[in-house]
């Protein structure tokens, strides 16, 4: 069974630009989450969807955002770039709310 | 307070050794727990939930007391291949999201 899959695996982009990031969850599996892991700040919660729905969002700004397609897959689409948004941001997918969650390999996010 | 607390480490263990990592929790209202391992640089991995009667994996023994919200893990006879970040994690009732301690980090020497 293929896991959670992300893309790119490197992305680098430059201050003020827009970065977009993708995830495929298992097969079956129709919750997606996204974290962002910064240096020295461990796991920080993002963004939850469900059947196409946004279910809850983590402390951050407007300028992150993201969708669930008709397929489970997800994006995440970062605005307006900023050097501290350099960070690997992982994709986790789970059977339903009560199940574990499974983490992609991430996409490393640098902001020169 | 921190919503998940952990003691960073690193622990330095030689192979063989048991090793228990601890972690506190601040939100009463959390409703399942987990241990996942993270190699250096790479995704987070489940290792094991942990159910309030405590259960075990093998070398793995993982322990939760509600009352004192804390949750430990314990390792016995390290492998070097246990060299790893331990994260603990909690999810809050209603909740699907997780929160994720720093982690504590495991070093095991020959």
């Known amino acids: 069974e293929a896991g959670v899959t992300q893309s790119p695996t490197h992305l680098i982009k430059t201050r003020g630009q827009q970065a977009t990031l993708r995830c495929s969850p298992i097969?079956?599996?129709?919750?997606v989450y996204w974290y962002q892991q910064a240096l020295g700040l461990g796991l920080q919660f993002l963004l939850w969807y469900d059947e196409g729905e946004e279910r809850n969002r983590g402390n951050f700004p407007p300028r992150f955002s993201g969708r669930q397609f008709p397929n489970y897959s997800s994006e995440l689409n970062v605005n307006a770039l900023e050097l501290e948004d350099s960070a690997l941001y992982l994709c986790?997918?789970?059977?339903?709310?009560?199940?574990?969650?499974?983490f992609g390999d991430g996409t490393r996010l640098s902001i020169l | 307070r921190k919503e998940v607390e952990q003691d960073p480490g690193p622990f330095n263990v030689p192979e063989g050794a048991t090793v228990a990592f601890n972690c506190t929790y601040s939100n009463s209202a959390s409703q399942s727990f987990f241990w996942y391992r993270q190699d250096c640089r790479k995704e987070p991995k489940l290792l094991m939930s942990?159910?309030?009667s405590g259960n075990e994996d093998g070398r793995f023994t993982a322990q939760l007391n509600r009352a004192s919200q804390y949750i430990s893990l314990l390792i016995r006879d390290s492998k070097l291949s246990d060299s790893a970040t331990y994260l603990c994690?909690?999810?809050?009732?209603?909740?699907?999201?997780?929160?994720f301690g720093k982690g504590t980090m495991l070093l095991v020497s020959p």
């Open positions: 097969s079956g599996h129709t919750s």
């Open positions: 942990v159910y309030s």
């Open positions: 994690v909690v999810k809050h009732s209603g909740y699907s999201t997780l929160t």
């Open positions: 986790a997918s789970s059977l339903g709310e009560k199940q574990p969650q499974h």
